[in-house]
C-alpha cells in the first residue's frame, strides 16, 4: 500500500511537521557537536557537556550563588511578563486609535520611526541607571515588545476594508459598536503576530537588561556570571533554558492566537 502524503488531512500535516522538526534539530545536534569537536575554543562546549550542566543544574541549582535553578528562571519569568503587560497595555489602544485617526497617525510617525531603530538592548544601561533595577529592567523589555506590536496593530487597522465600516454607519451602528465588533476582531491576527514577535525580542531584552542588573538575578547574570567562571557548559546550559522559554512563550502566543481567533469567527 502506497503512503502519500495529503497536505488537507490534519494528521498528515502533523506528522510532516514532527518529522521536520526531528530532522532540523538532529542537523543542528550534529553540526554544533562538529564545530565544538574540531574548534580549538574551549568557550564551545559539546551538545552532551551542556546537557550534563543542564540537568545538573535543575537538579542540584548554582554551586556558587546556592540559589536553585527556579530562582533564576522566576526572576527573569517575573520581569519579562511585567515588560510584556505594559507594552501590551500601552500599545493595543495605541495602535488601535493612530491606525484609526490619520491625524494622529501622521503627528506620531516620525517620533515611532526616531525611537523604532534604537536597539532596546542600548535603553538597558540607561534605564536601569533612571529607574533603579526593577523597573528598569521591565522598560527594556517593555521598548522590546511595544514597537512590534505597535507598528503591526496600525498596520492592521489600516488593512481593514472601509466599506465594513461605511456599511455599519449605514445601519446606525454607533463609533463604539464598530470599535468593538470590526475594529478589534479585525485587528487580532496582526495583534498575535505583534505580540509572537515581540516576545522574542522580548528575551533578548530581559537576558541584556540582567547583565546590566546584577542583584536581581535571572537567567542573564547566571550565563554572564558562568563565562566569567570560564563554566561555559554552564553557560551554555542557561543559553538553552532561555531557548525553551522563549519557544514556551511563542507557543502559548500561538494557542492563543487560534483560541481567540476560533472563538470571534476571524482566521488564524
Not at 551542556?50 to 519569568?77: C, E, H, M, Q
Not at 495583534?191 to 542573564?220: D, H, S, T
Request: aromatic share 12%; net charge positive; proline share 4%.
Amino acid at each position: 500500500m502506497e503512503l502519500k502524503y495529503d497536505k488537507h488531512n490534519k494528521y498528515h500535516r502533523m506528522a510532516r511537521s514532527v518529522l521536520v522538526t526531528a530532522l532540523s534539530l538532529w542537523l543542528f545536534w550534529w553540526a554544533w557537536l562538529m564545530i565544538a569537536l574540531f574548534s580549538s575554543s574551549v568557550a564551545i562546549p559539546t551538545p552532551m557537556e551542556t546537557f550534563a550542566a543542564l540537568s545538573d543544574f535543575l537538579s542540584n541549582g548554582d554551586v556558587i550563588t546556592g540559589k536553585s535553578a527556579w530562582d533564576y528562571i522566576s526572576a527573569s519569568l517575573i520581569k519579562f511578563l511585567e515588560g510584556f503587560l505594559l507594552a501590551f497595555v500601552v500599545a493595543v489602544p495605541l495602535g488601535l486609535v493612530l491606525g484609526n485617526f490619520a491625524l494622529l497617525r501622521e503627528l506620531a510617525t516620525p517620533i515611532i520611526e526616531v525611537l523604532r531603530p534604537i536597539a532596546p538592548i542600548a535603553w538597558a544601561p540607561i534605564f536601569i541607571l533612571l529607574f533603579r533595577y526593577q523597573f528598569g529592567a521591565i522598560l527594556v523589555v517593555f521598548v522590546g515588545i511595544f514597537f512590534p506590536l505597535l507598528t503591526n496593530i496600525i498596520f492592521g487597522v489600516q488593512k481593514i476594508d472601509k466599506t465594513l465600516i461605511d456599511a455599519a454607519k449605514t445601519l446606525g451602528a454607533s463609533n463604539l459598536q464598530i470599535f468593538i465588533k470590526i475594529l478589534v476582531p479585525s485587528t487580532i491576527p496582526y495583534i498575535m503576530n505583534g505580540i509572537k514577535v515581540g516576545l522574542g525580542i522580548g528575551w533578548m531584552c530581559i537576558v541584556a537588561a540582567e547583565l546590566y542588573a546584577n542583584p536581581l538575578g535571572g537567567i542573564g547574570f547566571y550565563v554572564a556570571n558562568m563565562i566569567t567562571y570560564s563554566a561555559y557548559p554552564e553557560a551554555f546550559a542557561g543559553l538553552v533554558i532561555i531557548a525553551v522559554l522563549g519557544l514556551m512563550t511563542t507557543g502559548l502566543a500561538d494557542l492563543l492566537h487560534r483560541k481567540v481567533s476560533k472563538r470571534m469567527g476571524v482566521d488564524a
